[in-house]
């Protein structure tokens, strides 16, 4: 069983920045692939970030390549998201994943998600 707790999330001006965190509970975290996923009001989740066990490679949508930075603290059993020039269309509740299985992240574990609101 892994516990996910995001936090980071506000209100931000357009062109800001903001960094989210996710700690997780557990031994096993540098077993897990992790991943960031979003949900706007109205619309569906959607990938938004994901990092490989080791940290060494990371994956991104191609909306938020080249803003947004995935990284991992296996010792704090904690990953980040890096999010900056950020715009009003980055509107969401920002989820945090982990899968021990694949990138799918179907059979995985969530957390309770954290706001992020930009303002124009």
């Known amino acids: 069983q892994v516990q996910l707790i995001e936090s980071g999330g506000g209100l931000v001006q357009a062109g800001g920045s903001l960094r989210l965190s996710c700690a997780a509970s557990?031994?096993?975290?540098?077993?897990?692939?992790m991943g960031w996923f979003r949900q706007a009001p109205g619309k569906e989740r959607e990938f938004v970030a994901s990092?490989?066990?080791?940290?060494?490679?990371?994956s991104y949508a191609d909306s938020v390549k080249g803003r947004f930075a995935m990284s991992r603290d296996n010792a704090k059993n904690t990953v980040y998201l890096q999010m900056n020039s950020l715009k009003p269309d980055d509107t969401a509740v920002y989820y945090c994943?982990?899968?021990?299985?694949?990138?799918?992240?179907?059979?995985?574990?969530w957390g309770q998600g954290t706001q992020v609101t930009v303002s124009s």
């Open positions: 557990g031994r096993t975290f540098s077993t897990f692939l």
């Open positions: 994943a982990a899968d021990s299985r694949n990138y799918r992240f179907q059979e995985g574990y």
């Open positions: 990092i490989s066990r080791s940290g060494g490679s990371t």
